[in-house]
């Protein structure tokens, strides 16, 4: 559940992995265009309260609003309608040098694609080690399955390795969002 005292009430999306790295879960919410962090609003959980996890990485990153980012990801008054979505969460790391020819290729799309999909992307501000998390969604598992086939043998597939150190791909469900 989001916390009470969330900045965006409603915006947010919970995404489960299914094959790819080594995360169970991926939470996504929106803090709105200016975040503050105030250490004195901190409250700790009690040392009873129960461990929810072996490991997070937590990382602030920039992005498309809200609205472009609901609709690019199903969500919304009429997210029913996408409950089915799949969803590939990728994280890049740029290779010294190379983090604008990484950024171009990542926002060029694949215009030729029979396959509509929802694409948003991150941009890391501070946390975690990746530079961008590229978020696509597949209407269905049989959308996401013809996409990997017609991007096989693309051109450019290769070309985008020149530019990154390293990339980790998971597909995923989501488990929770709100209609807002």
Same mark, same amino acid.
């Given at each position: 559940?989001?916390?009470?005292?969330?900045?965006?009430?409603?915006?947010?999306?919970?995404?489960?992995?299914? *094959?790819?790295? %080594?995360?169970?879960?991926?939470?996504? /919410?929106?803090? !709105?265009?200016?975040?503050?962090?105030?250490?004195? &609003?901190?409250?700790?959980?009690?040392?009873?309260?129960?461990?929810? !996890?072996?490991?997070?990485?937590? #990382?602030?990153?920039?992005?498309?609003?809200?609205?472009?980012?609901?609709? /690019?990801?199903?969500?919304?008054? %009429? +997210?029913?309608?996408? @409950?089915?979505?799949?969803?590939?969460? @990728?994280?890049?790391?740029?290779?010294?040098?190379?983090?604008? &020819?990484?950024?171009?290729?990542? #926002?060029?799309?694949?215009?030729? +694609?029979?396959?509509?999909?929802?694409?948003?992307?991150?941009?890391?501000? /501070?946390?975690?080690?990746?530079?961008?998390?590229?978020? *696509?969604?597949?209407? +269905?598992?049989?959308?996401?399955?013809?996409? &990997?086939? &017609?991007?096989?043998?693309?051109?450019?597939?290769?070309?985008?390795?020149?530019?990154?150190?390293?990339?980790?791909?998971?597909?995923?469900?989501?488990?929770?969002?709100?209609?807002?």
């Amino acid at each position: 559940k989001q916390d009470p005292k969330a900045p965006m009430p409603g915006h947010y999306l919970v995404l489960r992995h299914q *094959d790819g790295d %080594d995360w169970d879960y991926l939470v996504i /919410e929106h803090l !709105g265009k200016k975040f503050t962090i105030d250490p004195a &609003e901190y409250t700790p959980p009690p040392a009873s309260a129960p461990v929810a !996890g072996a490991w997070h990485a937590d #990382t602030f990153a920039a992005g498309p609003n809200w609205d472009i980012f609901a609709k /690019e990801m199903g969500l919304g008054a %009429d +997210s029913s309608k996408t @409950a089915h979505s799949v969803y590939v969460a @990728a994280t890049w790391r740029a290779a010294p040098g190379h983090r604008q &020819e990484l950024l171009k290729m990542l #926002t060029a799309g694949n215009a030729g +694609s029979k396959v509509q999909t929802g694409s948003v992307l991150l941009r890391h501000m /501070e946390g975690s080690p990746w530079n961008f998390l590229a978020l *696509d969604r597949f209407n +269905s598992w049989q959308d996401y399955a013809t996409s &990997e086939a &017609e991007t096989q043998d693309a051109p450019g597939w290769y070309q985008i390795r020149d530019h990154a150190v390293w990339h980790h791909d998971t597909i995923t469900t989501r488990v929770a969002t709100t209609d807002k």
